[in-house]
């Protein structure tokens, strides 16, 4: 028996006025969803415990297995592991996004953070400017670390751990309350956008109509996580397919492998097929029980507000990723349990993570189930079946209890 997470990040929403009182996810057409839900035990679950911030963070880790009460240690750790940072346990981890603020003649504080992602600016160009925020703003005890598209890191030495804002909860809002105490870090982001503003890389960007990448932004600020194996959780030999450096990092601290995907960027138009061929190939050929295929673009579209390029990217898990596994794995011979679902709800007119129970499909090749004739959050609300502690939830997939 295979197993397989296919996790749609933020697919979930709510009700739009635009879409009738649809949700993305039930507006979008999904056929190998719904195909699926049919024969399948589908319900809602909680992945974000009571009391914590709803991220992909904490919410991934659930999904695998981790209850995140026990092993969460902040989001910047966990990426610093997907790019061999080696961390000392005095050592505070922050991620550094690449956002665009407004450009009007004003202070600092009274500028508008217009995006979090800098039109998911390229990990090319981002790493041009990275290297200028690496001159411009040496300090002692502080050092950069590249990473993917918008998303970077900044250890600070013998630091301490500050609640810091995500810029992506404050869209469209003025950053001036926003901003960090700690004067060393609001000193460098205030730096970060003299050096970026007028900065080669992002000139060529407004010439082509793309927002600037005009200063850095700290946040997700946490110490060196200790994860246990999951192959000693589980008895599974496990592997990460994902464009995240978050999800990377967690494989790291897993002890999982991960399979890096030409044309996979975390955004809408990644590589969907290409990372369900990598799934399907892992398991079916490669000596591996467990595959995990994050894909990010429903996240981001939720992030940027744009209700139809919510619907594509789900459209496109549907036909491209899901469609391919299952195809995949039945050429092959394999019997294999699939679960669907996302990690939390990313709702475009919120523009954030929200911290309700996410719909989840549980099919599995070699048993007879009966579900509901749609996937959707509704659909899995009416059936009753409620999981509280969402870790919980991979010891079912597996047919097992995880340690």
């Given amino acids: 028996m295979k197993y397989i997470v296919v996790l749609s990040d933020g697919m979930a929403g709510r009700p739009l006025k635009e879409l009738d009182g649809k949700t993305t996810l039930e507006a979008a057409y999904v056929p190998e969803m719904d195909r699926l839900a049919a024969m399948s035990e589908v319900g809602l679950v909680s992945m974000v415990p009571e009391g914590m911030a709803p991220g992909s963070d904490t919410a991934n880790l659930a999904v695998l297995g981790y209850d995140p009460k ?166 599974k030999k496990g592997v990460m397919i994902s464009a995240v450096d978050l999800l990377k990092g967690i494989a790291v601290g897993a002890g999982m492998d991960s399979i890096a995907v030409e044309g996979a960027n975390g955004g809408l138009h990644t590589n969907y097929r290409g990372k369900a061929q990598a799934a399907v190939r892992a398991l079916a050929y490669e000596g591996y029980d467990f595959a995990y295929i994050h894909v990010e673009a429903p996240d981001e579209m939720g992030h940027q507000g744009s209700i139809e390029d919510k619907i594509t990217a789900i459209e496109n898990i549907d036909e491209k990723v899901l469609k391919t596994v299952i195809c995949g794995l039945e050429e ?72």
Avoid at 128 to 137: F, I, P
Avoid at 353 to 366: I, K, Q, W
Wanted: aromatic share 8%.
């Fill in 332 to 403: 092959a011979g394999e019997e294999y349990r699939l679960l669907l679902l996302p990690d939390h709800p990313t709702p475009v007119e919120v523009r954030t993570h929200t911290g309700e129970a996410v719909p989840y499909l549980l099919y599995d090749s070699a048993a007879e189930e009966k579900g509901p004739a749609v996937y959707n959050e509704k659909t899995a609300a009416e059936t009753g079946i409620v999981w509280r502690d969402g870790y919980q939830l991979m010891g079912h997939l597996l047919q097992e209890e995880v340690c």
């Fill in 70 to 235: 026990i092993y969460y240690t902040g989001r910047s750790p966990l990426e610093a592991l997907s790019i061999g940072v080696d961390m000392k346990d005095s050592d505070v981890s922050f991620r550094c996004n690449l956002v665009t603020l407004s450009e009007e003649d004003c202070a600092y504080e009274d500028r508008t953070i217009i995006d979090h992602s800098s039109d998911e600016i390229t990990t090319e160009e981002a790493a041009v400017l990275l290297e200028a925020l690496k001159e411009g703003l040496k300090k002692d005890g502080y050092r950069f670390y590249a990473g993917t598209s918008y998303r970077h890191l900044l250890i600070k030495e013998r630091g301490e751990v500050s609640d810091l804002m995500p810029p992506h909860d404050i869209l469209t809002k003025k950053i001036g309350e926003y901003l960090p105490k700690d004067a060393a870090l609001l000193d460098m982001m205030k730096k970060s956008y003299d050096i970026l503003k007028n900065h080669p890389v992002n000139q060529k960007r407004r010439k082509k109509g793309l927002r600037p990448a005009n200063s850095a932004w700290f946040w997700g600020a946490g110490k060196k996580p200790a994860l246990d194996s999951f192959q000693e959780r589980t008895g």
